[in-house]
């Protein structure tokens, strides 16, 4: 398990306060906007432009969360008649330009500098003396403010019994779709084996982010619950379901919302749409007919964010006649996506036929809609029961994009003797 790398400021502590002054007031400091450290992370992370107030030299001390509670824990165990206060934090400095510098680094540099007038408050300089604790308690700082940068898992803390913050870890540990699910309690939630353990793979590179997710039929609403759980950095899940029984389910996680009605009728579109008009992820687990599949897929998708993913769950359906497919049915909802694959390559084929034309089974020559005409369409996955198409980041049919042949000894595929691209 990795300790989690976290840096706050320097506290002061009598042994008496050490719960009031010290630790709830750490964890009132680590709200993102309170704090040097915080904000420009939350900045870099959402690659927006990272303040730097006057020519960011003010230097800044930083102590490491492990060191703080070794501290912490060691005043506790001290002699009764050390009174303090006892300075505990770390006095070595890093300035606020470098600070920033670290975070754009860090953040692959998507993030510019601003540079901001002083403000008026702001201390030229917070470097602890920690003579005290050094001398009276023995617990000089183990983490240097370079050493946590560059390596995120340091070594356990000195004492062996669990601290509070060893049990937040380990409460903490994240768990895969797949276990939430089968360990789930309360509301139930109904999903295959192989699309729990596919998610655990599709998602993961969404688990941290502030993603909003839409799901279209919720039933008993355990789902929800699930991807609350699973998401814990998300700001909204909405669930439609057409049955007014969901009328009722209630939740804790104010992040969730019902809307009670069709998916794909004005009423319920324009719920959804005011509690968002984008997300990240939707998934169609609805009546899994031909007929609604289409539809929702062509309402939902343009609510898509550029590089979301849309799922359609239970896609086994559209080989039976009563869901409105069948396995030779080119008016099923499965044949319009496995025609979908032609358009994602349409550039090999664009001078041949139009697209409207290609699709003219499911639309009429007007109708086909806009983002597909305009390359929105990034790629189809087709498994055993779920599709899932991805919106492409910026539309476009030229998908391939261009040739990239590298190096120079060409001894098989000689191309005349003149390499691809290589320059006259
Ligand atoms: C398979 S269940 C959903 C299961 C749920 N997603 C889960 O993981 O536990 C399908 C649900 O879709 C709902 N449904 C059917 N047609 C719908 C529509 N047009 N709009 C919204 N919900 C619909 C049904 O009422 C039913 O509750």
Redesign the pocket.
């Known amino acids: 398990m990795s300790t989690v790398a976290v840096v706050v400021p320097i506290y002061q502590a009598r042994p008496s306060e050490i719960e009031q002054f010290s630790l709830r007031h750490s964890l009132a400091q680590l709200k993102p906007g309170r704090t040097v450290l915080f904000k420009p992370i939350v900045q870099a992370l959402q690659a927006e432009p990272i303040n730097v107030y006057g020519d960011g030299t003010q230097p800044r001390s930083f102590c490491y969360a492990d060191d703080l509670i070794d501290g912490v824990m060691s005043l506790m165990d001290s002699d009764k008649d050390l009174t303090g206060p006892i300075n505990i934090g770390n006095p070595g400095e890093v300035t606020m330009v470098e600070l920033a510098e670290k975070k754009l680094r860090m953040t692959q540099f998507k993030s510019k500098l601003v540079f901001m007038p002083l403000l008026q408050d702001d201390p030229r300089s917070r470097q602890p003396d920690i003579a005290e604790a050094q001398s009276k308690l023995g617990c000089p700082p183990r983490y240097r403010w370079k050493t946590v940068c560059a390596k995120p898992s340091p070594t356990p803390a000195k004492h062996s019994i669990p601290t509070e913050a060893h049990h937040r870890n380990h409460t903490m540990e994240l768990k895969s779709i797949d276990t939430l699910h089968r360990t789930k309690t309360g509301k139930?939630?109904?999903?295959w084996a192989s699309y729990l353990t596919y998610y655990d793979e599709l998602f993961a590179p969404l688990r941290h982010k502030p993603i909003s997710l839409l799901?279209?039929?919720?039933?008993?609403?355990?789902?929800q619950e699930t991807w609350a759980e699973y998401f814990k950095e998300a700001q909204l899940f909405v669930g439609?379901?057409?049955?007014p029984k969901?009328e009722a389910l209630r939740y804790n996680d104010p992040r969730i919302k019902i809307i009670v009605?069709?998916?794909?009728?004005a009423p319920?579109f324009q719920k959804i749409t005011a509690l968002s008009t984008s997300f990240d992820i939707v998934?169609d687990?609805?009546?899994?007919t031909s007929h609604?599949i289409l539809r929702?897929f062509i309402n939902y998708f343009p609510l898509l964010k550029p590089g979301g993913t849309f799922v359609i769950?239970?896609s086994c359906c559209l080989y039976m006649d009563g869901y409105g497919g069948g396995l030779l049915n080119e008016q099923s909802a499965y044949a319009f996506f496995k025609r979908l694959i032609d358009v994602v390559n349409f550039q090999f084929w664009r001078n041949d036929i139009s697209i409207n034309n290609y699709l003219r089974t499911y639309f009429d020559l007007r109708s086909t809609p806009q983002f597909i005409l305009d390359g929105w369409i990034d790629s189809i996955e087709f498994r055993n029961s779920i599709i899932t198409i991805k919106k492409a980041v910026t539309p476009t049919h030229d998908k391939l994009g261009e040739r990239i042949i590298v190096g120079t000894d060409a001894q098989v595929q000689t191309w005349g003797g003149k390499l691809p691209g290589a320059v006259a």
């Open positions: 139930t939630s109904d999903k799901e279209i039929g919720v039933q008993n609403g355990g789902s439609c379901d057409i049955d969901c009605g069709d998916a794909n009728a319920a998934i687990d609805g009546s899994h609604d929702s769950e239970d």
